[in-house]
């Protein structure tokens, strides 16, 4: 059967996108086989390192993702010692997530190690505008994510 999703220049442009995600999922599991935490532990932690402590709901709406999903990987990070939650003072229910110091120590040698092994990876893709190739994703994002939301309108 074939993928009629890359039948348009927008399809196989999503479809190259979700292919490059998995690459970078698998490419950063190897990078950090050793830490002993997931690509989604990873995600949470660079929120965490990016707004300072927040609530699981927070998290899931940046994310894009359920609360639960969030929960879930919050839970793992805290039975690893990498976070904790105290009272959150504008929620009674929804704690507030924060990284330790191991979890501080622990983000910044990822992001070294993503940050040698990107820059090296920069150099072979040469004569590819990066900033301007990142700045056409977002603009295609935020398109989609307007899409979404007029599709919410329409069908409520």
Same mark, same amino acid.
């Given at each position: 059967?074939?993928?009629?999703?890359?039948?348009?220049?927008?399809?196989?442009?999503?479809?190259?996108?979700?292919?490059?995600?998995?690459? +970078?999922? =698998?490419?950063?599991?190897?990078?950090?086989?050793?830490?002993?935490?997931?690509? =989604?532990?990873?995600?949470?932690?660079?929120?965490?390192?990016?707004?300072?402590?927040?609530?699981?709901?927070?998290?899931?709406?940046?994310?894009?993702?359920?609360?639960?999903?969030?929960?879930?990987?919050?839970?793992?990070?805290? %039975?690893?010692?990498?976070?904790?939650?105290?009272?959150?003072?504008?929620?009674?229910?929804?704690?507030?997530?924060?990284?330790?110091?191991?979890?501080?120590?622990?983000? %910044?040698?990822?992001?070294?190690? %993503?940050?040698?092994?990107?820059?090296?990876?920069?150099? %072979?893709?040469?004569?590819?505008?990066?900033?301007?190739?990142?700045?056409?994703?977002? +603009?295609?994002?935020?398109?989609?994510? =307007?899409? +979404?939301?007029?599709?919410?309108?329409? =069908?409520?």
């Amino acid at each position: 059967m074939k993928d009629t999703t890359s039948d348009t220049p927008l399809g196989e442009l999503i479809n190259q996108v979700r292919l490059l995600f998995h690459q +970078a999922v =698998s490419t950063g599991n190897q990078l950090h086989r050793d830490a002993g935490i997931s690509m =989604s532990m990873r995600a949470v932690l660079e929120q965490l390192a990016q707004y300072g402590a927040t609530s699981v709901p927070d998290m899931a709406r940046r994310r894009n993702v359920t609360r639960q999903h969030i929960q879930q990987i919050v839970n793992d990070l805290l %039975e690893a010692g990498l976070v904790t939650q105290t009272l959150n003072p504008a929620h009674k229910r929804s704690h507030l997530i924060a990284m330790t110091p191991d979890g501080e120590r622990l983000f %910044e040698n990822m992001r070294e190690r %993503e940050r040698a092994f990107y820059t090296s990876l920069a150099t %072979e893709l040469d004569g590819i505008d990066l900033t301007q190739l990142a700045n056409d994703l977002a +603009a295609v994002r935020a398109a989609i994510a =307007s899409r +979404a939301e007029q599709i919410d309108t329409v =069908s409520t």
